[in-house]
Structure formats: C-alpha cells, structure tokens
C-alpha cells in the first residue's frame, strides 16, 4: 500500500468544478506540498495560495498536451527541490458536453477534445506518475476522478459517459500495478455535485436541460473528504472504484479484473501475460527522480 512521507507532494490538477480546490485545502491541512497544474488559477486557488505559502506551488498546463504532461515531474522539483518526487498524483480535468466539443453538435474537424482531456490525459498522467515514482523507488498513488457517468449511460451525454468507461476500465485494468510496483491506481465515481458548472447565467441551458436542483447534489467537499481516504487508507487498493453521491455517499463499486489467479493454472497463465510489463517497470526502477523522459 502506499505510504506518504511526513510532507508528501501531490501534484493535482485543479478544475474550477471545485472539487479539486477542496482536495488541495485537504491536502495542505494534512502536511503536505501540491503542485497544482492547470491554465490558469481561479480566484479562489490564488486566495489559497496566499494562505499557504511555502505549502502549494502553480505550473501552467494544458493537460490535452503530452509535453505540459511530462514536464510536471520536473516541475515539481522546481518547485519543491531538486530531490523532489510526487507520490500522490490526482487528474481531476474533465469537459461535460460543452456545444464546441460534443457528439450531438459535431463541430471539431479532427478530434473530440473532450477525450483528449477526459480519457488521454488522466491515462497519459497516470503513466508519468509510475516513471516518476519508480525512477526515485518510491510507492505512490494515482486518483483519477471519473463520474458515475462512466458506470451508467445517458443519450444526453453520451461523449462525456464514453470517456468516463474508458478511464474506469483503464483502473480496472491498473489494480495489479499495486500488488507488482506499490503504485495503486483508484477512481473516485462522484454523483452530481454542487459545483459553478451547474450555476450562474452561463450554466443555466445546461441546468435546464438535466433538471439540476440542489436537493440532489453532494457538495465538493464530501467528494475531496473522500479522495483523500482513497489516497490513504490500505482498505482502497488499485483497481478501486468508489461511488460518491446522494444515494451512496460511501459504495465501493465491483472492481472485478478478466484475469484473477485463484488457481495454479490461472497465477502461472498471469505469471507469463504480465511478464512483459514487470520487465519495463523493472528497468524503470530506481533510475532518476524525475521519471520526465520517454513515454
């Protein structure tokens, strides 16, 4: 399980949805150094900043380009020290059908952008996030905050539902990384939550349209409460993926992997599938600190 030293990094990528901005008070509140990555701060994270000096560092990114990507491991050791490694590593970016980049409306020419920030990037992150902490030999966390959307389906927002599936069967997909490497990789799967997405005169269409009332949202901070327990506590191993909404404030959701060695025959067929995989994390371990080269 992972195991964060008494002043841990965590590098995360901040949102105006506002969960991420609570995470980062929790995480600052705990003892430890963040690095946020983003295009720009919000008016709140500038305040919090201010609040905490030496404690929460800010790089620009743009999480739809790799090369913003790799150089956060760098980044971090601007920010920190040359010796600096981040073992807790949160891609909370994501795009809910805005009109520009949508399935319904159709405008780009030769992507989807909102799967270029909802599936490649946090996929992308995650893989930086392993070089990094395996070059420095140290355990680490991956957090990626998909949705609900990405268990379920809707014909209203069947891009945004798309991108959310592929980032939770690529955690699925992770969970041995935790058992072979001490980097476990979990997905937080909030409900609606009572963020500015849903208010305000820019969001009021959008509003409209899925029938948002307070009555049936969480609120940021008991999503953040939540990661955090996800980084911290041994019982969420990788692969985990966690239900938090009105319903179910707290569900861990069935995390079961196509290939699961409970038999001699199965571990040795496992054995011999991973063994491609273990020999490149081998190679990357204890290489560098930085873990920015390569792909």
């Given at each position: 399980m992972v195991c964060l030293s008494p002043t841990p990094i965590w590098t995360t990528r901040l949102t105006d949805t506002g969960i991420n901005l609570a995470f980062v008070r929790l995480a600052v509140q705990s003892g430890a150094r963040a690095l946020i990555a983003d295009l720009r701060l919000t008016e709140e994270a500038e305040i919090l900043i201010k609040?905490?000096?030496?404690?929460?560092?800010?790089?620009?990114?743009?999480?739809s380009n790799w090369r913003g990507l790799e150089n956060l491991p760098s980044e971090v050791q601007k920010a920190f020290g040359k010796n600096a490694v981040a073992q807790v590593w949160i891609a909370g970016a994501a795009l809910f059908e805005p009109e520009w980049t949508s399935f319904l409306h159709d405008?780009?020419?030769?992507?989807?952008?909102?799967?270029?920030?909802?599936?490649?990037?946090?996929?992308?992150?995650?893989?930086?996030?392993?070089?990094?902490?395996?070059?420095?030999?140290?355990?680490?966390?991956?957090?990626?905050?998909?949705?609900?959307?990405?268990?379920?389906?809707?014909?209203?927002?069947?891009?945004?539902?798309?991108?959310?599936?592929?980032?939770?069967?690529?955690?699925k997909s992770t969970a041995q990384a935790d058992i072979d490497e001490n980097i476990k990789v979990v997905c937080c799967c909030?409900?609606?939550?009572?963020?500015?997405?849903?208010?305000?005169?820019?969001?009021?269409?959008?509003a409209a349209q899925y029938q948002y009332n307070d009555d049936v949202?969480?609120?940021?901070?008991?999503?953040?409460?939540?990661?955090?327990?996800?980084?911290?506590?041994?019982?969420?191993?990788?692969?985990?993926?966690?239900?938090?909404?009105?319903?179910?404030?707290?569900?861990?959701?069935e995390s079961r992997q196509a290939l699961v060695g409970d038999s001699p025959e199965m571990k040795a067929y496992m054995d011999h599938c991973y063994a491609p995989i273990r020999e490149v994390f081998r190679k990357e371990r204890g290489t560098s600190g930085s873990g920015s080269n390569g792909a």
């Open positions: 609040q905490s000096p030496g404690k929460i560092a800010f790089t620009t990114c743009d999480v405008k780009e020419k030769d992507h989807y952008k909102a799967l270029q920030v909802n599936t490649e990037h946090p996929i992308k992150l995650t893989r930086i996030a392993m070089r990094s902490c395996l070059g420095a030999d140290k355990p680490g966390v991956v957090l990626i905050v998909a949705s609900m959307a990405g268990i379920t389906g809707s014909y209203g927002a069947a891009l945004y539902c798309a991108s959310k599936h592929a980032v939770v069967g690529f955690t909030p409900g609606i939550v009572a963020t500015p997405m849903w208010k305000g005169e820019a969001a009021k269409d959008i949202a969480i609120m940021p901070e008991d999503v953040a409460e939540a990661m955090k327990d996800m980084v911290e506590q041994a019982k969420y191993k990788g692969g985990t993926l966690l239900e938090v909404s009105k319903a179910r404030l707290r569900g861990e959701l």
